[in-house]
């Protein structure tokens, strides 16, 4: 099976402007989750959809959202970048919805706002 | 809300010798996970731990669950190069499914 994959791996963006990213999960996972990764915050979750629907949401601005389509593909949008921004942002897909179900990661887009 | 504290940050040992990460939550879980990242990878499930003082073991790694499920170890007896990275655990609300992550214990060893 294909693992997880995210696109793109690296992105430079300038402040202010926007950004997508996308995700496939494992054929057969359901769930999306999306986790920002920093040297100082280590994982935050973002989001996680399940079936098209945002079934939990972590402590990030309105700026960041996403959304998951039919097949299961997810992207996030990330509006008016802010330098802080800049991070690893992972994916992660799973069989369930949240608890019980093990993550399996992409290898992850590495943005930097300059 | 939910906080999950890893402890230590960092951990520097001679290869050989044993190491051991801690995770504490500030809530009851259903479960934790804990996964491995290596430098410039992605982070990799290890295993779930779901039942009061449930004890794993994964060749020279011990798991294990606290009776009160809010606290949880991995042990690596013995540690190689290859263990090099980053141990995360990753412990699930009892109440509201959230899956909250530690901030890792970045591990090196000298051969």
């Known amino acids: 099976k294909a693992g997880v994959t995210q696109t793109p791996r690296y992105l430079i963006k300038t402040r202010g402007q926007q950004v997508t990213l996308s995700c496939s999960p494992i054929s057969g996972h359901r769930s999306v989750s999306w986790y920002q990764q920093t040297p100082g915050q280590g994982l935050q979750f973002l989001f996680e959809?399940?079936?098209?629907?945002?079934?939990n949401k972590g402590n990030f601005p309105g700026r960041f959202s996403g959304r998951q389509f039919s097949n299961s593909r997810s992207e996030m949008n990330v509006s008016t970048l802010e330098l802080g921004d800049s991070a690893l942002y992972l994916c992660a897909s799973s069989l369930g919805s949240g608890s019980h179900s093990p993550l399996h990661f992409g290898n992850g887009t590495r943005l930097t706002v300059t | 809300g939910q906080q999950v504290m890893q402890i230590p940050q960092y951990q520097h040992v001679q290869e050989g010798e044993d190491f051991t990460t801690y995770c504490n939550s500030s809530?009851?879980?259903?479960?934790i996970q804990w996964y491995k990242q290596r430098p410039g990878g992605h982070p990799v499930f290890l295993i779930q731990l779901v039942k009061s003082g449930e004890v794993k073991k994964q060749k020279r790694l011990t798991f294990q669950f606290g009776e009160a499920k809010k606290n949880s170890s991995l042990h690596i007896t013995a540690t190689q190069t290859t263990d090099v990275g980053t141990y995360f655990c990753?412990?699930?609300?009892?109440?509201?499914?959230?899956?909250?992550f530690g901030a890792g214990t970045r591990l090196t060893v000298k051969p």
């Open positions: 959809y399940f079936s098209e629907t945002q079934r």
């Open positions: 809530t009851t879980l259903s479960n």
């Open positions: 990753a412990g699930n609300n009892r109440n509201n499914n959230d899956m909250r």
